[in-house]
């Protein structure tokens, strides 16, 4: 017995190099721009006696501000852009609000990549019903 897969011509399938280029750009510009909100911030703990936060809390804020922020205006981050893939509902048409709750809130975990070990798509992708598409450039 033969089994076919048929992909759908106007859905095509991204690969893990461009999911691992997204993380590494977005890692980058999500560090520099939390890394410049830090030093902001530090500015007034020296000088007006605020408390003091450690980087990682604004790391991690910064990553869900700019995931949720992004995709929800754009239906995409600056990695994305650059690749021209945007995220788009299973059915096709965009994502509710609640999807990219979910979708930004599942990212900013660590766990989220492993979901491409025995689901070919990270874990945010899976619990928010969302997928990626090529856009046209």
């Known amino acids: 017995m033969q089994y076919f897969c048929i992909m759908n011509p106007i859905k095509s ?9 997204h993380f590494f750009l977005d890692t980058l510009f ?3 721009l939390s890394f410049i909100l830090y030093r902001s911030y530090n500015f007034y703990v020296y000088n007006w006696g605020f408390r003091g936060i450690r980087f990682g809390y ?6 869900w501000i700019y995931t949720f922020l992004l995709e929800l205006i754009f239906l ?8 021209h893939t945007k995220v788009i509902s ?10 990219f709750l979910i979708r930004a ?10 979901g491409l070990a025995w689901n070919d798509k990270p874990l ?5 019903k969302t997928e990626l598409i090529h856009t046209t450039a």
Do not use: C
Not at 58 to 63: C, I, K, L, P, Y
Not at 105 to 114: H, I
């Open 58 to 63: 604004f790391f991690f804020a910064t990553t």
């Open 76 to 83: 995409q981050t600056p990695a994305k852009m650059i690749t």
């Open 90 to 99: 299973y059915n096709g048409k965009r994502p509710n609000i609640g999807q």
């Open 13 to 21: 399938t991204i690969g893990e190099g461009t999911r691992i280029l």
């Open 105 to 114: 809130t599942v990212r900013t975990t660590l766990l989220s990549m492993f």
């Open 30 to 32: 999500i560090f520099i």
């Open 124 to 128: 945010h992708d899976t619990f928010s």
